[in-house]
Nanobody
Framework: QLQLVESGGGLVQPGGSLRLSCAAS????????MGWYRQAPGKQRELVAA???????NYKDSVKGRFTITRDNAKNTVYLQMNSLNPEDTAVYYC?????????WGKGTQVTVSS
């Protein structure tokens, strides 16, 4: 069982930045495709960014140029650097790990963008 623990969420003003972290509890971390999803109230969960085991990344169109996903396999951690945040980015952000049929989720961290 892979456990994922997110951190780094909080309240930030529009235009501000946050860095989310997701720590995984397994030494096979490097083989997983890691992703960040978010879910706003009344909306479906959506993919924000993902990074494969070969460091190939993809992003939701609305965050391209503002968000950056990276991973540190030595620390079993994936990061989401979020810049130029706006109120539409407000959501619970979830870390996800996928490998073949394996699919794991963290419990989420709240990000609120408000003045």
């Amino acid at each position: 069982q892979l456990q994922l623990v997110e951190s780094g969420g909080g309240l930030v003003q529009p235009g501000g930045s946050l860095r989310l972290s997701c720590a995984a509890s397994r030494i096979a971390f490097s083989g997983y495709t890691m992703g960040w999803y978010r879910q706003a109230p009344g909306k479906q969960r959506e993919l924000v960014a993902a990074i494969t085991s070969n460091d190939v990344t993809n992003y939701k169109d609305s965050v391209k140029g503002r968000f950056t996903i990276t991973r540190d396999n030595a620390k079993n951690t994936v990061y989401l650097q979020m810049n130029s945040l706006n109120p539409e980015d407000t959501a619970v952000y979830y870390c996800n790990a996928k490998w073949a049929v394996l699919n794991y989720w963290g419990k989420g961290t709240q990000v609120t963008v408000s003045s």
